[in-house]
């Protein structure tokens, strides 16, 4: 097994389980992502409401697992697994405790939300390795940690750790496993049709053709659904919203 899949409550967590080596990303990996994506994208919002990604002891993720990695089908399921998390209708945190690095920073940034412990240390050591990574995720690295960041990792060949990224805005928060599931659950109570709405909003932020009128219609959806006359109703009456994503 190279993930390791629970729940708790309305929470999915997605744990990268070789702690042998470190956590290293393998196809078999890849492989085991992809089907917990697409659990959650069918599973429905009754059961699904946020996804927890994170590593066993003693990593997130030290990075590719490069016996037998190469371009080609490990490439493709890579970028697919990256953008599958930002596809994904809930919200998405990774709990990052020890080494995130190359495809560990690379599952790190593709996700909505980051909590780190103060030590973990974040970086894309592709140089060290003679690789170049795709274009995804450099423009990825340079949105979600700023284009300063970007630059330092991938062309200084630097390290963060997750107090410094944490200063900077790329850490949300600072905290461990335990962190991120309080969070995670306290998201889970959110209007699931509004954060699935804003997911696909800031996942299009340079509109594409189709994209315009699929973020106005996740809008349209929101505004009409049962949830907003929930939450606009609980607010008056002074209680928690109880949505359904309906």
């Known amino acids: 097994m190279t993930v390791r899949i629970e729940t708790v409550g309305r929470v999915m967590v ?33 059961a699904v409401r946020a996804v927890v990604l994170t590593g066993a002891a003693p990593a997130f993720s030290a990075g590719a697992d490069l016996t037998g990695v190469e371009e080609g ?5 890579l970028a697919r697994t990256l953008r599958g998390f930002g596809e994904l209708p809930v919200p998405v945190i990774a709990a990052i405790d020890g080494p995130a690095l190359g495809a560990g920073a690379q599952l790190a940034v593709a996700v909505d939300l980051r909590v780190a412990t103060p030590s973990s240390v974040v970086g894309v050591p592709a140089a060290r390795l003679g690789l170049v990574v795709d274009h995804w995720t ?11 960041v970007a630059r330092a990792m991938l062309v200084g060949a630097e390290t963060y750790s997750g107090e410094r990224l944490h200063t900077l805005g790329a850490i949300h928060r600072l905290g461990n496993l335990d962190a991120a599931m309080e969070w995670a659950t306290t998201l ?20 594409e053709p189709g994209t315009v009128e699929a973020v106005e219609a996740a809008r349209r959806t929101a505004w009409a659904s049962d949830d907003a006359v929930e939450g606009r109703t609980a607010f008056l009456e002074k209680r928690p919203a109880r949505f359904t994503g309906r």
């Not at 997605?14 to 659990?39: C, G, I, S």
């Open 138 to 148: 450099v423009r990825r690295l340079a949105s979600e940690f700023t284009a300063p």
């Open 188 to 207: 889970s109570g959110l209007a699931p049709l509004t954060l699935s709405g804003h997911k696909l909003a800031l996942e299009h932020l340079q509109p």
């Open 73 to 77: 089908r490990f490439a493709e399921d």
């Open 14 to 46: 997605l744990t990268l389980d070789r702690p042998q080596r470190r956590n290293a990303v393998d196809h078999a990996t890849l492989l085991a992502l992809l089907e917990a994506q697409r659990e959650v994208a069918t599973a429905g919002l009754d």
